[in-house]
């Protein structure tokens, strides 16, 4: 069998080997090119000679075309190409050619597959010199293909990234890109690749690149490439304050996201049935700490941004239990009293808010009544909202959500029930509240969504982030590491992400430490001495990357018990206001720490303790939980 791809530079291979001889001829090689794309995969000689060797005498030229099939019959036998009269032909059962597998998959949009045919532009980098004919057919065969592997390529990345195929749909896109330079679905493609990859910065300079390459041909971007920049930009991580100035930062410290490809199918089906059958809908993610509940969240609502969902999230801590309706007074701050179809709730539910989130009165002056019922307002208003656009809620370690903010999302979801609302939840297994147990006892019974549970990862799971972060392993090389990261991770992606990026930068592991964890005992209720030293390391190793401005801020934030402000961190740290912005930036960049409008806050516990325990002196240690103690009794 002889297999002719055209999608890309040209490749020729019998029997899946590279053809040799004379087929490495460009001519040679061109002339099997055309017969194989026309119709019948046949010629006339006159059609061919005409096409390749109209600058040689007649007698010349047939003697060239009668050399070149005596090289096909050479190299593909006798029988692979037939001549009649003046006709010479392939033969239809010998030959398979990409672009016949391209039209077959695409009938059966079957995206991904067609896809993976495209390497390029149609037989990239072939000229012909002399054969004008040839090279017009070449230029109008590209500009009908070039059109066709955009389409496939982009309809496959919109496949990919409802999934898991991040990877795959950022090759595709780069891919597109090379093909079709302005094509705003190909920039489109690739800037919700970077989005979700967690490089917001990067995706917004895709943009900006792209907009300099149509101003140079006179076109200008599409509403829907316009439109995506705005939500982008709208959901953008809080970027350092250097960086906004235009230098560029450094990749986020972000592991790939693997192993949870049915919890994520889970996820965006819930999402998609929300926005479809137009319901609110809860859906529930537990897991033990450290195995990535707010990893699979952040996807979700990635991908629900992407989509055009109004996403806003907050981060619950334990102070929250004792302050009444702090939850949803920070969903309004943390992004949805921004939602354009607000204004439609009515004046007394606007009053309501703005009594008790003032900012609100900013956003709609016009806003007076009677003040009412906090929890009624606040479903008009998300009512309202979710009129216009798809919204979704994220309570991220909700087990430390107030009771009151989680009695009135769950009456959210009841009076929202004919608009698109998601309430996104994440909480430990096994912690519980009457207000989590109420939420999943309603789910399936009079409301819709889906709970998914989370735990650690297997051999199997760790080999798949050993395979993407150390490729060039050998397998004896990968199983070792595999094996030693499990035992000192117990599974838990968390750990096991934090080993992996110290063995990238150095650190090396050992066979002889024990295995953890002990049993029936978590990550949360485990104390940094009680971890392998592999693990602690690994996390001393990712501090020491820092700046010393972040190493500052985080070591005066690790003695706060909850979050923590700005003002409070220069005042703990002896920073001055700049420099603990700087520290916040690259912290919150590096995922040491998540940010919502009432402050900061350790994104893991065990990165906390690790900081306290280990990156501070006992004196250090006791000075700033003095300078604490003298800041609240102050007041600050």
Excluded at 192 to 197: D, G, M, R, T
Excluded at 369 to 396: H, I, M, Q, T
Excluded at 477 to 486: A, D, G, S
Excluded at 565 to 576: E, K, V
Aim: aromatic fraction near 6%; charged fraction near 30%; charge should be negative.
């Amino acid at each position: 069998m002889i297999e002719i791809r055209t999608l890309g530079p040209l490749d020729i291979q019998q029997d899946g080997a590279d053809v040799i001889g004379g087929l490495t001829w460009k001519k040679n090689r061109a002339v099997l090119l055309y017969l194989a794309c026309r119709d019948q995969r046949s010629a006339t000689r006159d059609t061919l000679i005409g096409t390749f060797w109209a600058d040689r005498p007649a007698e010349k030229a047939r003697h060239s075309l009668r050399e070149t099939t005596r090289i096909f019959r050479r190299q593909f036998g006798d029988d692979a190409i037939l001549t009649q009269d003046e006709d010479v032909r392939l033969a239809p059962d010998r030959f398979v050619l990409d672009l016949e597998q391209f039209d077959r998959m695409t009938a059966r949009d079957e995206w991904r597959r067609a896809a993976r045919l495209v390497r390029g532009e149609f037989a990239e980098g072939l000229v012909i010199k002399g054969a004008p004919e040839f090279e017009a057919w070449l230029e109008i065969r590209r500009d009908a293909w070039r059109g066709r592997a955009v389409e496939a390529l982009c309809r496959a990345i919109d496949g990919l990234l409802a999934g898991n195929g991040l990877q795959e749909a950022a090759e595709f896109a780069g891919r597109a890109l090379h093909l079709a330079p302005t094509s705003d679905a190909a920039v489109q493609g690739l800037m919700k690749c970077q989005v979700l990859a967690g490089n917001r910065t990067a995706a917004l300079g895709v943009f900006d690149a792209f907009a300099e390459r149509l101003t140079e041909v006179g076109g200008i971007p599409e509403t829907e490439t316009l439109t995506l920049v705005d939500r982008i930009r709208s959901g953008a991580e809080k970027a350092g304050a250097s960086w906004r100035k235009g230098e560029t930062p450094r990749p986020p410290r972000r592991a790939p996201f693997v192993g949870r490809d049915r919890e994520l199918k889970v996820m965006m089906e819930t999402w998609q049935g929300c926005v479809h059958e137009q319901v609110a809908t809860a859906a529930i993610i537990r897991g033990d700490p450290g195995t990535g509940k707010s990893r699979l969240a952040e996807e979700l609502l990635g991908r629900c941004l992407l989509a055009g969902a109004l996403t806003v999230t907050v981060r619950a801590v334990p102070a929250d239990r004792g302050a009444p309706r702090s939850i949803a007074r920070t969903l309004l701050r943390a992004g949805l009293m921004e939602a354009p179809g607000g204004v439609g709730a009515s004046p007394s539910a606007l009053a309501t808010l703005a009594d008790a989130v003032p900012e609100l009165r900013e956003r709609f002056p016009s806003a007076d009544g009677r003040v009412g019922d906090f929890g009624v307002a606040f479903s008009e208003f998300v009512v309202a909202a979710a009129e216009n656009v798809p919204v979704v809620l994220y309570v991220d370690e909700a087990q430390n959500a107030d009771a009151p903010s989680m009695e009135l999302l769950h009456r959210m979801l009841r009076d929202a029930r004919d608009v698109p609302v998601l309430l996104v939840i994440t909480a430990p297994r096994g912690s519980t509240t009457r207000e989590l147990d109420d939420l999943h006892s309603r789910i399936g019974r009079d409301l819709p969504g889906r709970e998914v549970r989370l735990d650690a990862f297997n051999a199997e799971g760790i080999d798949q982030f050993v395979q993407q972060w150390f490729p060039d392993y050998e397998a004896d090389q990968r199983e070792r590491l595999v094996r030693r990261v499990l035992l000192d991770s117990g599974g838990v992606p968390l750990l096991a992400i934090e080993m992996m990026h110290a063995v990238k930068a150095g650190l090396e592991l050992t066979d002889t430490a024990p295995g953890w964890p002990e049993p029936f005992r978590t990550l949360e209720q485990t104390l940094p001495s009680d971890l392998p030293d592999a693990v602690t390391a690994a996390i001393r190793v990712a501090f020491r990357r820092l700046s010393i401005d972040a190493e500052e801020v985080l070591k005066a934030l690790s003695v706060l018990d909850d979050r923590g402000s700005p003002g409070d961190l220069a005042s703990l740290s002896g920073l001055d206001a700049d420099a603990v912005d700087r520290g916040l930036d690259e912290a919150e960049w590096e995922q040491w720490i998540a940010h919502d409008p009432r402050g900061y806050s350790f994104v893991a516990r065990i990165g906390r303790d690790v900081v306290r325990q280990d990156m501070l002196t006992r004196g250090q240690r006791r000075r700033l939980v003095d300078a604490v103690t003298r800041l609240r009794s102050s007041g600050g």
